[in-house]
T-cell receptor
Framework: DQQVKQNSPSLSVQEGRISILNCDYT??????FLWYKKYPAEGPTFLIS?????DKNEDGRFTVFLNKSAKHLSLHIVPSQPGDSAVYFC????????????FGQGTTLQVKP | DSGVTQTPKHLITATGQRVTLRCSPR?????VYWYQQSLDQGLQFLIQ???????AKGNILERFSAQQFPDLHSELNLSSLELGDSALYFC????????????FGSGTRLTVV
């Protein structure tokens, strides 16, 4: 049972344009949602998060939007840069006394110069 | 360097064998997480330890076991290895047992032949 899904395995955008990465989830009990970025031969690095009580969180070029009714979140990168090329994982955290995360399958973003 | 150290970086072993993966958390972090990433899959949560005690368990196989030692480093033991156990194994650490923006190591790539 895949509770967090990223249905687009890959995305290609031109430098300077907007990148939109999408994620769907099924469990309404998740209380935090996160995005991690992963470069080859490195571990994932935390990028941005959003609480389930918010609908938007912004950090520089990165904005995460949460639509609880649709159980959908998205990551917007504006403007996209070639250095943003990486695998992006959506993740969700349930309530409780643990930091366990449920990850999506990842979306490979390629930003072309 | 994320501060989380995983050894070895690469491991090739035969089916039926047993291996031990090691993780040293970032200085000051009390919680350690283990995740498995198989080909084209997202990260699957295996187990979490907090200050030496098991805090949460995921879909970890009975052939797998882990522990966290008094110096807070952790080991993941994989036994009776099968071809399907070939994967990237990531360790992550965090200060508490419930924070979610944790720091990942660069992973151990296990190949079972």
């Amino acid at each position: 049972d895949q509770q967090v899904k990223q249905n687009s395995p890959s995305l290609s955008v031109q430098e300077g344009r907007i990148s939109i990465l999408n994620c769907d989830y099924t469990n309404s009990m998740f209380d935090y949602f996160l995005w991690y970025k992963k470069y080859p031969a490195e571990g994932p690095t935390f990028l941005i998060s959003i609480s389930s009580i918010k609908d938007k969180n912004e950090d520089g070029r990165f904005t995460v939007f949460l639509n609880k009714s649709a159980k959908h979140l998205s990551l917007h990168i504006v403007p996209s840069q070639p250095g943003d090329s990486a695998v992006y994982f959506c993740a969700a955290k349930g309530s409780g006394n643990t930091g366990k995360l449920i990850f999506g399958q990842g979306t490979t973003l390629q930003v072309k110069p | 360097d994320s501060g989380v150290t995983q050894t070895p970086k690469h491991l090739i072993t035969a089916t039926g064998q047993r291996v031990t993966l090691r993780c040293s958390p970032r200085s000051g972090d009390l919680s350690v997480y283990w995740y498995q990433q198989s080909l084209d899959q997202g990260l699957q949560f295996l187990i979490q330890y907090y200050n030496g005690e098991e805090r949460a368990k995921g879909n970890i196989l009975e052939r797998f076991s882990a522990q966290q030692f008094p110096d807070l480093h952790s080991e993941l033991n994989l036994s009776s290895l099968e071809l399907g156990d070939s994967a990237l194994y990531f360790c992550a650490s965090s200060l508490t047992g419930t924070d979610y923006g944790y720091t990942f190591g660069s992973g151990t790539r296990l190949t079972v032949v």
